[in-house]
């Protein structure tokens, strides 16, 4: 199968039609080759360091959640014209989802999330709206003690690396934590990558936030707000939907 069909079965399983995305998050194929696809990779980014290892590695098509066309500065177009240059030279079609892959809910970013912290098994409904859908999950029903939490949240990077495909989402980050909240937890929203509407996670009637990040002012906020804010980074948050839908794909 070619990277064009595999796109469209990508589309299909991520009913990427249904989704409105941030302005330049352009979700499906982004770079192809017209060649027959025989190695399926992953990365969380769409950089040139991902790029030169999927190109090392004999990737043919590169799955990622930031894709190419984020930001339209001078300086943004530079630096996707080498990226777009060097996957074209390397042979590496590549094809993004943002959204679709937060929110879907066998394969996505947030159920993976979910499922790492050992709460699969909870009661959850839909949470944390971004461009009009809900990409995320809230949980509730039980008694998490905090510091457990932060301990799962904190081994997401012992994970072991997949077998199949290639991996390039790397585990650096250290896990953040404003524990401004109950020690207990009871209600709690998990939303991958830079989730920081404090706003949802007030009117969900939250007591913790896991996420990847968040920016300083909110951070603030949650202190005041009296919520618990347990911040995994934004790329480590975000590797389950890109390896899930790779090891979807029947190639
Ligand atoms: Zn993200």
Known sequence: MNEKVLAKECDRI?????????????????VSHGRTVKKVGWAVDADLESIRKAGKEKVDLLIVHHGLFWGSSALDRKIRAKRIGLAKRLGVAIYSSHLPLDAHPELG????????LGLGKSKCKPFGVA?????GWKVEGGRWKRRDLV??????????????????????TRVKIVAAGPVVCRKIGIVTGGFGDLDQVVRAGLDTLITGE????????????????????HRETEAFGVRALAHELKI
């Open 109 to 116: 970013n947030s159920i993976g999330l979910l499922r790492a």
């Open 151 to 172: 301990k799962r949240v904190a081994l997401l990077r012992c994970e072991p690396r997949p077998s199949r495909g290639s991996s390039f989402a790397g585990f650096a």
């Open 214 to 233: 968040a920016d300083y002012p909110t951070e603030v906020k949650a202190r005041e707000l009296s919520i618990n804010l347990i911040l995994g980074g």
């Open 131 to 135: 461009m009009g859908r809900a990409i």
């Open 14 to 30: 991520l009913e990427t039609k249904k989704f409105r995305d941030y302005p330049g998050a352009k979700n499906g194929l982004q």
